[in-house]
């Protein structure tokens, strides 16, 4: 076999090894961004609130979400997670559902969702560069 065609294939194989690493290395990069899911939210409260009903912090969580969407808040004033209007708003939205939670309570599984939060590198410093959008 010619020297020059052993010089192609090699260099094919070559190209061929490094496009399958940088494909790899780009989905392990991609699966690395942190995402924030309700379900993994309440696991982690529940498992650091013992006794208490998933139910009930999957009600004060969703319920937070809604106020941080700002949907039924005064667009004047930009949500913040976490905060006494925070609490309040959850404690009177649910008040009128006909839930009666304690201001502590909801204080408590807001601060057991930020450690969530930063548990999975969704707040603090930036864990990666955000991806590029076109």
Do not use: C, N
Not at 30 to 52: L, N, S, T
């Amino acid at each position: 076999m010619p020297p020059v065609i052993v010089a192609v294939v090699l260099l094919a194989l070559l190209v061929a090894v490094a496009l399958a690493f940088a494909w790899q290395e780009a989905q392990r990069r991609r699966d690395r961004y942190p995402v924030y899911g309700i379900g993994d939210a309440v696991d982690y409260a529940a498992r650091r609130m013992e006794g208490v009903e998933r139910v009930h912090l999957q009600r004060v969580l969703e319920t937070e979400v809604l106020y941080l969407q700002g949907i039924d808040t005064d667009p004047a004033t930009a949500p913040i997670a976490g905060s006494p209007a925070a609490v309040d708003y959850v404690h009177a939205h649910l008040y009128d559902q006909g839930f009666d939670y304690d201001k502590d309570f909801i204080r408590r599984v807001m601060e057991l969702e930020a450690e969530y939060l930063a548990s999975i590198g969704a707040v603090g410093d930036p864990v990666l560069s955000p991806p590029e959008v076109s």
